[in-house]
C-alpha cells in the first residue's frame, strides 16, 4: 500500500530503527526493492532522483510506483530524492510523490529556512511530507557535485532553528558520509548524531551510506537514524549481475542480461533491510 513518507518514519522513530530508501529508475530495479520488502517483511521507501526522473519520465515512474505499491503486501513510500527545483517539487506533488526532499543545503541558512519553509507549506497542503539537508556531504550523486573543501557537518544548534523555521518532517544531517563510492573508509561522527536526534526528537535521514561499514551502520541506527538512503550498492549489484552473463556468454535476450541482475540487486537489498532494523516491522 501507498504511504506517506512520514507515517513510515514516524513508526521508525518511536520504535527505533531505519528504513531504507533505494533509488529506482528502471522496473527491475523497482522490483528487486518491493520483493525484498515483502520477503523480509520490511516497510520501504522508493525514491527517484531529478535524474531518474528525466531517464525515466515522470509519468512512467509514477505508474510503475503506484502499481507495485498497490500490489505490495508492505508499506511503500514514494520520495523524491535531493529536489533542486521549485518546478520538480511541484510536478512530483501532482504526480503522486508521497514524500518530497527539498535540497536547499547550498544557500545561507536564512535563504533555505525561507525555501524550505513555503515548499513545506504546498507539501503539506497536499499532505506529502518533506525531507530537507542541513550541512553538504562531500561527493556525486547524479547531477549533484560537491568539492571536498566545501562539505561540512551540520551544526546541533544550525539544526534547531531550521526545524523550528520551516516545519520539515524529517531531516538530512552530515556526520561525515558522502554520495558515491569511498576511497578510504568514512568515520562517522556519532556523537553528533546523537547531540540532533536529543534535541530534534523527529526521524533523522542518513545519506552516501553505500560502503559505510555495517558496524557503523548499525550504530548510527541505535543512535537515531531512520531513513537511510542506497544507491551506489543497488547500482554495483545491478552492474555485477549482467557482467555475470555478458562476459561469460554471448547471451543477447535482455531478459536473461536483466534477470540475474534483478535477483542480485534483491539479495543486496534484503541485507541491507535486515542490517537497518526493519524487517518484520511492516
Ligand atoms: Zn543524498
Redo the contacts with the bound molecule.
Keep these: 500500500m501507498l504511504v506517506t513518507g512520514k507515517e513510515i518514519l514516524d513508526k521508525a522513530h518511536k520504535e527505533n530503527y531505519a528504513v531504507g530508501a533505494f533509488n529506482v529508475n528502471n522496473m527491475e530495479i523497482l522490483q528487486a526493492v518491493i520483493a525484498a520488502a515483502e520477503e523480509t517483511q520490511s516497510p520501504v521507501i522508493i525514491q527517484t532522483s531529478e535524474g531518474a526522473i528525466k531517464y525515466a519520465g515522470i509519468d512512467y515512474l509514477s505508474a510503475m510506483v503506484h502499481l507495485a505499491a498497490k500490489k505490495a503486501s508492505v508499506p511503500v513510500a514514494l520520495h523524491l530524492?535531493?529536489g533542486t527545483t521549485y518546478e520538480t517539487l511541484i510536478k512530483c506533488i501532482r504526480n503522486g510523490w508521497t514524500s518530497v526532499m527539498f535540497d536547499g543545503s547550498h544557500f545561507p541558512l536564512p535563504e533555505n529556512i525561507a525555501k524550505t519553509k513555503e515548499i513545506v507549506k504546498i507539501a503539506h497542503a497536499c499532505g506529502v511530507s518533506v525531507e530537507a539537508e542541513l550541512g553538504r556531504?562531500g561527493g556525486i550523486?547524479d547531477n549533484i557535485s560537491v568539492d571536498e573543501k566545501d562539505a561540512r557537518l551540520t551544526s546541533p544548534d544550525e539544526a534547531v532553528e531550521f526545524v523550528n523555521g520551516t516545519g520539515v518532517d524529517y531531516l538530512?544531517i552530515a556526520i561525515g558520509t558522502a554520495?558515491g563510492k569511498y576511497k578510504g573508509e568514512p568515520k562517522l561522527d556519532f556523537e553528533r548524531l546523537q547531540t540532533i536526534k536529543g534535541l530534534l526528537n523527529m526521524p533523522i535521514v542518513l545519506?552516501?551510506a553505500s560502503g559505510v561499514p555495517e558496524d557503523s551502520i548499525i550504530k548510527s541506527t541505535k543512535l537515531g537514524v531512520n531513513k537511510i538512503?542506497i544507491d551506489t550498492d543497488v547500482r554495483v549489484a545491478f552492474t555485477e549481475g549482467v557482467k555475470s552473463v555478458v562476459t561469460t556468454s554471448d547471451e543477447f535476450d535482455p531478459r536473461k542480461i536483466c534477470g540475474p541482475a534483478r535477483d542480485n540487486m534483491k539479495k543486496v537489498v534484503m541485507e541491507k533491510m535486515i542490517m537497518f532494523g526493519c524487517s518484520g516491522k511492516a
Design positions: 530524492d535531493h556531504l550523486e538530512a554520495h545519506h552516501g538512503n
